[in-house]
C-alpha cells in the first residue's frame, strides 16, 4: 500500500530552527509537495521537489532524497506565525496527491 | 471572485438528505479536485477531474458524485448523507494534473 509518514506533534522555540521529516512509499513517484495549513484554514503550497537534494525559498528549504524515500522540510527563524500544520504529500504514478496526517508544529516565546 | 471559492461555508444535514457542495475557480484551471480531512488522517481524494467534461474516482468515492460542465465549476453531490461523511471538504485545482494544487476555503459538513 502507499503510505506517507511525519511525526504527529513538535514543538520549537521562536527564532530556532525545525525540521520535519517526511518518508514515504508511494506506487511511483512524481514529485513531492509541503503544504502549510493553520487551524480552520485551506492549505496553502510551500515547496516541491522532483530531483534529489536542496530547495531553498527564504526561511524555508526542503529536502528530498529518492533513493531513501525521505524528504524534510527547514524553517529557520522561527516566528510565532510559523504555528500550523505542514503537510507533506507526494504525487504517484497516477499523478494522484497521496497525503500525509500533517506535523503540528508548536512554536513557543 | 478570485481564486476558488466553496459554498456553503458549513453545513448541518440529517442522515438521508441530498446535499450538493458548490466550488468555482475563475484561474482557468484544467484540474479540479475534491478532498476530505478528517481528524489524524491525511486529505484523502474523492473525486477529481482533469479537464472539462471529464472525472475520475479517487480514494474514496462511494457515497460522492461529481460533474465538471464547465472549466470553473466542479460541484460535489451527496445523494443520500452518512455520519460518517461528518468532515471537512476541500476543493483545488490546478493548471495541470502534475502542479501545486490551490485549495478553496473548506466546508464544515455535520451530518447527524
Known amino acids: 500500500g502507499q503510505n506517507i509518514d511525519q511525526p504527529t506533534e513538535m514543538t520549537a522555540t521562536e527564532g530556532a530552527i525545525v525540521q520535519i521529516n517526511c518518508t514515504y512509499q508511494?506506487?511511483?513517484?512524481?514529485?513531492l509537495f509541503w503544504y502549510q495549513q493553520h487551524a480552520g484554514e485551506a492549505p496553502t503550497f510551500l515547496s516541491y521537489?522532483?530531483l534529489d537534494g536542496l530547495e531553498e525559498k527564504g526561511r524555508f528549504s526542503s529536502f528530498l532524497s529518492r533513493s531513501k524515500g525521505y524528504s524534510y522540510l527547514l524553517l529557520k527563524e522561527l516566528q510565532m506565525k510559523d504555528s500550523a500544520s505542514y503537510l507533506c504529500?507526494?504525487?504517484?504514478?497516477?499523478?494522484?496527491?497521496?497525503w500525509g496526517a500533517g506535523t503540528k508544529l508548536i512554536i513557543k516565546p | 471572485i478570485a481564486g476558488i471559492t466553496q459554498a456553503p461555508t458549513s453545513q448541518i444535514l440529517a442522515a438521508g438528505r441530498r446535499m450538493t457542495l458548490r466550488c468555482t475557480q475563475d484561474?482557468?484551471?484544467?484540474?479540479m479536485y475534491w478532498y476530505r480531512q478528517d481528524l489524524g488522517l491525511g486529505l484523502r481524494l474523492i473525486h477529481y477531474?482533469?479537464?472539462?467534461?471529464?472525472?475520475g474516482k479517487g480514494e474514496v468515492p462511494d457515497g460522492y458524485s461529481v460533474s465538471r460542465a464547465n472549466t470553473d465549476d466542479f460541484p460535489l453531490t451527496l445523494a443520500s448523507a452518512v455520519p460518517s461523511q461528518t468532515s471537512v471538504y476541500f476543493c483545488?485545482?490546478?493548471?495541470?494534473?502534475?502542479?501545486?494544487?490551490?485549495f478553496g476555503p473548506g466546508t464544515r459538513l455535520t451530518v447527524l
Open positions: 483545488a485545482s490546478s493548471t495541470s494534473g502534475s502542479n501545486e494544487q490551490f
Open positions: 484561474m482557468r484551471h484544467n484540474a
Open positions: 477531474s482533469n479537464t472539462a467534461g471529464t472525472t
Open positions: 508511494t506506487s511511483g513517484f512524481n514529485g
Open positions: 521537489n522532483v
Open positions: 504529500a507526494v504525487m504517484d504514478s497516477n499523478y494522484q496527491l497521496i
